[in-house]
């Protein structure tokens, strides 16, 4: 019988595994494929990959995923999530990946988070607490300190700054992505995927490159279908039965299992800048997982269509003959309610402070 409580948690850890693993074997791959076609049959792997299994499991289980579909006003956030997420973040990632240790590369992919948040609160008036604030510290200064390079021309590691780029599109993506988070995440990701790739395989058509031997071709699809399609497959199912802090939490151990495989995977050895980095990364991931925003807030009336159940205190309406502990999805009224509880800025929680 599988074990309700610990199940979810193995699925977010197992997320973690397989998205912690691109880095490391991407940067084996970079050794006979150019970064742009990698980073095209990555996210065509991940978009295909999804798509069949998700026709698969309606074929054998005849079972239809219960979620909000796209409309025409999502897509303008869709696009840019596409090219800033899709295209030229991983794009940026396997150009300065070929350039950066693979460990160096694991490390700096914690700046995606930080990059998340400063945007959100640039841009989209998230707020930010103070633990919050002193993690973004830690892991800029971390960022700041992995991008040295004292045997560099101008003191600089160009490939350093080059994930961080790629982190800021990712920010970004995340961004825009938070605006049709209510919506059928398995269609976001093969949309995202299979668009960004076919632009990114014919870019790397008109540059000039040519597809490697087969093997390595299978090898980049499989990769980019267990790193980036059904690692996410995991993380939502993890999400529904844990909540999203508590599954970011554990998925936020990726970045150092990328590490540990790199050292595992490719040899690399940590020199100095890796090692004064580390504990602030450490430290920066530890104040995120640890934050615990909570105060007397008031929801206003509130019209939409997403996947719910009616057991997590915001959604008071009930149906005849279902349990509120059934998730479905149909178009729904919030009424005006005001409460004190622990929350994160979700698709019910972006009110000002």
Known sequence: MRNTKLYPIFQALFSALLFGASAPISKILLGQIDPVLLAALLYIGSGAGLLTFQTLEKILYKKNIDEAGLTRRDFPWLLGAVIFGGILGPIIQMISLKVTPASTASLLLNFEGAATTIIAALFFKENIGKKIGTAIVCILSASIILSWNFAGQWGISLGALGIILACVCWGIDNNFTRNISAKNPYTIVIVKGLGAGTFSLILS????????????????????????????????????????????????????????????????????????????????????????????????????????????????????????????????????????????????HRHAH
């Open 205 to 348: 058509m008109i540059l000039g490159n040519y597809l490697p031997d087969f093997k390595i071709v299978l090898m980049a699809l499989l990769l980019g279908f267990l790193s980036y399609g059904f690692s996410t497959v995991l993380f939502v199912f993890a999400m529904r039965n844990l909540g999203s802090a508590r599954t970011s939490a554990f998925f936020s151990a990726a970045p150092f299992i990328s590490t540990i495989l790199s050292f595992i995977l490719l040899g690399e050895v940590p020199g100095v800048t890796f090692a004064f980095a580390l504990p602030l990364m450490i430290a920066g991931t530890v104040l995120i997982i640890r934050e615990n925003h909570s105060h007397m807030h008031v929801h206003l009336y509130m019209a939409h269509e997403h996947r719910h159940c009616h057991t997590d205190g915001h959604h008071n309406h009930h149906h005849p003959g279902i349990p509120d502990s059934v998730y479905h999805t149909h178009y729904h009224v919030h009424e005006r309610m005001e409460h004190c509880h622990p929350h994160t800025p979700d698709l019910h």
